[in-house]
């Protein structure tokens, strides 16, 4: 037994350097991964053992290890420059959280999640009983890097019984200076929802086709939180059974992630049940009271949203899609006459194969916090493309 104890301890190394290469001429700060398992065969220690990683001036910095097996970190990068980390066995730091969702049942199960850029909510099981419509991705903006959800539905459940009550009482003006006072439907200086989904595709959700009609996914069934922050939340969320083209029983499968710093979710979709080639559409509702502001480009659809009260909000909920890998049609779906303020959709189509993934990216911004026109949201776009096409390279160096 000692000889095979001494043996281990002479296989462990006491750290490992981890190297990100910077390919560009600019400067690049990403999230970025390595295998975990590759970290913990060099270290000569067993899977899930506590890792601490620090940077170039021996500074711990925040980390995380995925449910897919990769070892992240935030890496800012000069120029064509390299950025070095160790490695070490040992308990990580409590960091401040910049990813993080969960199920709300007190708001009919809607999966909300943030990151230091925006919010995003999709809707539950609770939502499709109570009939209400509404399928798409919802976005909520802010402009703080702190964490928000929590605290909107916290605060905006808390006080609907008020409301209502005052309301029972006829005493409507105590009861709207509350609602105005305590509504994530309002700005009170860190952001709100003003984002109009109902019936459609909302910020980027996908859609399988019949013809030129959208076959709308409803509410999720079933979700798994796989990821939690700081640095990734990821969640798989599953869809009740549908009828696609004449199949019964199709499955729709969608892994979400959003990291640290991104505009944009990555989003995998898939269907079970699905034994026949379908054209699949990824992208965003157009309304009415904003239909200029719209590109359509070879591998991103972009839009400028009016929210849900244009002449008074006075500003833009930048949204868009993009597509890495290429192989769609961008188009415009309108409908015949607007319904409910909807014209129609911008989307992408791609040929979706049975038994194969899609992955895609959707996102947002908001014009009173980091992207502030129509323009930089093009730009951002364009930037984001190009760093999931030559990411940033991160290598175990021995």
Request: aromatic share 10%.
């Amino acid at each position: 037994m000692s000889v095979v104890l001494s043996t281990i301890v002479w296989a462990q190394k006491k750290e490992l350097t981890l190297v990100v290469s910077n390919p560009d001429r600019m400067q690049r700060q990403e999230v970025v991964g390595v295998s975990v398992i590759d970290v913990y065969h060099r270290l000569g220690v067993k899977t899930g053992t506590p890792l601490v990683v620090k940077n170039a001036l021996g500074q711990e910095v925040a980390s995380q290890v995925t449910y897919d097996g990769l070892l992240l970190m935030d890496a800012a990068v000069r120029p064509r420059g390299t950025a070095k980390f160790t490695v070490a066995v040992g308990q990580p730091s409590s960091f401040e959280n910049i990813c993080f969702g969960r199920q709300y049942p007190e708001r009919v199960d809607d999966i909300a999640w943030e990151n230091d850029r925006t919010a995003y909510r999709i809707y539950g099981p609770a939502l499709q009983r109570n009939q209400e419509r509404a399928f798409g991705v919802d976005v909520w903006v802010k402009n703080t890097p702190e964490l928000e959800v929590e605290k909107r539905y916290a605060t905006e459940l808390s006080n609907h019984p008020r409301i209502q009550q005052l309301k029972a009482e006829g005493k409507e003006d105590e009861a709207l200076l509350l609602e105005q006072q305590t509504t994530y439907h309002y700005d009170h200086g860190r952001g709100l929802d003003c984002y109009k989904v109902g019936p459609s595709l909302g910020g980027g959700a996908p859609a399988l086709m019949d013809g030129d009609r959208l076959i709308f996914p409803y509410c999720y069934r079933d979700y798994e939180i796989c990821d939690n922050g700081p640095l990734r939340f990821t969640v798989h969320v599953t869809y009740n059974p549908t009828t696609i083209n004449g199949q019964t029983d199709v499955v729709e499968h969608r892994i979400i992630s959003l990291g640290k710093g991104s505009n944009f979710n990555r989003c995998t979709v898939w269907y079970e049940g699905l034994n026949t080639s379908e054209r699949l559409a990824m992208g965003v509702v157009v309304h009415e009271e904003e239909q200029d502001d719209l590109l359509l480009g070879q591998d991103m659809v972009l839009y400028a949203d009016p929210t849900d009260n244009p002449e008074k909000q006075n500003f833009q909920i930048y949204v868009g899609v993009l597509f890495p890998e290429g192989k769609v049609l961008t188009q415009q779906l309108k409908y015949d006459k607007p319904e409910n303020g909807i014209t129609g959709h911008a989307v992408g189509i791609a040929d979706y194969e049975p038994k194969s993934r899609y992955t895609y990216f959707f996102g947002s911004a908001w014009s009173k916090n980091d992207v502030r026109t129509f323009n930089e949201w093009k730009l951002r776009a364009e930037e984001t493309l190009h760093a999931l096409r030559s990411p940033l390279k991160a290598i175990i160096d021995d």
